[in-house]
């Protein structure tokens, strides 16, 4: 039973040990200091730079004429 536990304690460390660097690289990540999300950005960061450019280079929707807009009251 000694064992079992042993085992059991052992693995739970190395998940929590897993779990703490894997928050450490995201927030690194996140912080633009870890240079791997620089050269190989993810899926979600590659659709934000796109969205953002896509804002910047749309222009400012233009409003209808007045004469245009008619109203069925």
């Keep these: 039973m000694n064992d079992f536990m042993a085992l059991m304690t052992r693995q739970q ?7 703490a660097l894997e928050q450490r690289r995201l927030l690194r990540g996140a912080e633009g200091a870890d240079p791997r999300f620089q050269r190989n950005p993810t899926v979600s960061q ?14 400012s929707p ?12």
């Design 46 to 59: 590659r659709l934000r730079q796109r969205l953002q450019l896509r804002i910047h280079r749309s222009p």
């Design 13 to 19: 460390n190395e998940r929590e040990l897993a779990v």
């Design 62 to 73: 233009a409003r209808p004429p007045v004469d245009a807009v008619h109203s069925n009251a």
